[in-house]
C-alpha cells in the first residue's frame, strides 16, 4: 500500500538486505529477440487484463460482476497463512477453486510476501534467490495451476518499495536492485513450470506532497531507477505486470468544477507518472529499456480501498458510497482515455481491493460491482462504457466537497 515516505524508506530497506487469447509466457515458446513476450496476434491491441489485490473482504462481488469476453482475463490474490506469511492456507485449494469457478480466464495469484520472506532470509535460512525458489515450490504444492507458454495461474511480488529507487543510508538502490533480481529471477525459474509473474511497487500517495522541492526530490529517485537498463532488462525476461501502487485519491481529483475529462487528466497525471516520466521531454537514452518495459507490462493499481482514512495509505476515502462509487468509475476511464493514446497501459489495469472492514456488506457489494461492469463494458468500447452500459456518463462524475486538483503531477514529471 502506499505510505507516508519515511515509513517506505525503513521498512524497505530492511527487505533489501539480504483460453482464449492466450499470451506466450517465456520458456518452450519462442521469444522476441528483445525479450518481450510475443502477444497472441488474435488479440493483439484487444486484450484487457484486471488485477486484484486485497484482503479481508471477499472478491466475490467483483468477480461475479465481470461480463467475460474474449480477450479479458482477470487475476485476483490468494490470501496467505495470516501467521506464517510465507505459505498458505491448509484450505488452499479451495480458495484457487473459488477463482477458477469463475471460468477459464479467472487466474488466481501467489503472494510472495517480501516482507515476511525478507525475516526468513536475514534469519539466516538462505538467500533471496533460495526464498523464491522455495515459493515456487510452496505453489506447486498448493495447487496454482501453472502452465508454461500460456495464461495461467502466477506469481506476484508484494511489495518493492521507495528503497529501490532512493536506497537510504543503510544500503544503496543499487543494492537493493540487485537483490530485487535476483528473487524474481529466482520466482520466474523455481517451480514446475518457468513463469513471468508480477511485481507491485509502493508509490507515494497522491497528495503526500506540500511543495514542489518534494515532488521534485521524488523525481530525481525516480530518475535513477528509470536509467538502471540492467535493471529493466532483467526486469523484461521475467516480469509480465508491473503494478505500480497508485491509489488516486477522491479529495485530489472528484472536484465537481471540472469536466469528466479535467477530472481523469488529473487523475492520470498521477497514476501514469513513472511511464510518462520514461517518455518526457529530455529523457535520455538510458531510460530506453524502462520505456519499452512500461509498453507492453505497466499496470496502475489504483484506489478501491472505500471508507479508509487516509491514516491506512489508500488516500482519504471516507466520502459517502456515492461519491466512491463513481470515482472507481472515473479510476477505469482514465486508465482507458489514456490508453487511447499513449502505448501504456494498453488494456491493464488493477484495484487495490480494501474496504474498510466495518463498512456495510452492500456498500462493499456496490463497489465491487461498479468496478466488474467498468472493467467488462469499456472493454473493446470508448473509454465513456467505463461510466455506463449505454456510454452516458452516468456513474463518472465524482464530486466530494472541497476536493481541488493540483497540476503537480502533471507539471513537474513532464520533463527530466
Known amino acids: 500500500m502506499v505510505r507516508p515516505l519515511a515509513v517506505l524508506v525503513s521498512a524497505f530497506a530492511l527487505a533489501a538486505l539480504t483460453p482464449a487469447c492466450a499470451s506466450d509466457d517465456q520458456g518452450d515458446e519462442p521469444v522476441a529477440q528483445d525479450g518481450a513476450e510475443l502477444a ?15 484482503y479481508g473482504k471477499s472478491f466475490d462481488s467483483v468477480l461475479s ?10 487475476y485476483a490474490n490468494v490470501p496467505l497463512l495470516v501467521a506464517d506469511k510465507t505459505t498458505f492456507h491448509k484450505n488452499v485449494k479451495d480458495e484457487i477453486a473459488a477463482i477458477h469457478k469463475y471460468g477459464p480466464n479467472f487466474h488466481a495469484v501467489a503472494e510472495f510476501h517480501v516482507g515476511t520472506w525478507r525475516q526468513w532470509v536475514t534469519a539466516g535460512n538462505g538467500s533471496w534467490a533460495d526464498a523464491g525458489r522455495l515459493f515456487r515450490q510452496r505453489m506447486d504444492d498448493a495447487g496454482f495451476d501453472v502452465k508454461n507458454g500460456t495464461d495461467s495461474d502466477t506469481w506476484f511480488v508484494q511489495e518493492l518499495g521507495s528503497t529501490l529507487a532512493a536506497g537510504n543510508d543503510q544500503i544503496s538502490a543499487a543494492t537493493v536492485r540487485g537483490n530485487a533480481r535476483e528473487m524474481i529471477g529466482a520466482l520466474y525459474e523455481g517451480g514446475k513450470a518457468k513463469k513471468m509473474g508480477a511485481v507491485t511497487r509502493a508509490n507515494v500517495g497522491q497528495m503526500a506532497f506540500g511543495n514542489d522541492y518534494a515532488y521534485s526530490a521524488h523525481k530525481r529517485n525516480l530518475e535513477d531507477l528509470l536509467t538502471d537498463e540492467p535493471f529493466w532488462n532483467a526486469m523484461n525476461s521475467h516480469v509480465r505486470w508491473w503494478l505500480e501502487e497508485v491509489f488516486a485519491d477522491p479529495h485530489a ?27 518526457a521531454e529530455g529523457a535520455p537514452a538510458s531510460a530506453g529499456a524502462a520505456r519499452s518495459f512500461f509498453s507492453r507490462r505497466f499496470v496502475p493499481l489504483m484506489n478501491a480501498a472505500y471508507d479508509r482514512p487516509k491514516e491506512n495509505g489508500y488516500g482519504d476515502n471516507e466520502v459517502s458510497i456515492d461519491a466512491f462509487e463513481k470515482f472507481v468509475s472515473l479510476e477505469v476511464y482514465a486508465a482507458r482515455s489514456w490508453a487511447n493514446e499513449h502505448s501504456v497501459p494498453e488494456g491493464r489495469m488493477g484495484f487495490a481491493w480494501a474496504p474498510l472492514p466495518t463498512s456495510s456488506d452492500d456498500d462493499v457489494k456496490r463497489i465491487g460491482t461498479r468496478i466488474g461492469h467498468a472493467f467488462s463494458d469499456s472493454h473493446g468500447k470508448l473509454a465513456q462504457f467505463a461510466c455506463s452500459p449505454s456510454g452516458a456518463y452516468t456513474f463518472c462524475p465524482c464530486d466530494v466537497g472541497g476536493a481541488k486538483a493540483d497540476d503537480s503531477w502533471e507539471n513537474i514529471y513532464a520533463k527530466w
Not at 497472441?40 to 486485497?54: H, I, M, Q, V, Y
Not at 469528466?260 to 497514476?271: C, D, L
Open 40 to 54: 497472441d496476434p488474435a488479440c493483439e491491441g484487444k486484450r484487457s487484463d484486471l488485477w486484484l489485490w486485497g
Open 253 to 279: 481529483t472528484c472536484d465537481g468544477s471540472l469536466n469528466i475529462g479535467q477530472r481523469a487528466r488529473h487523475v492520470n497525471s498521477y497514476t501514469m507518472h513513472l511511464p510518462r516520466l520514461a517518455s
Open 65 to 74: 460482476s465481470i461480463t467475460m469476453k474474449p480477450c479479458m482475463h482477470v
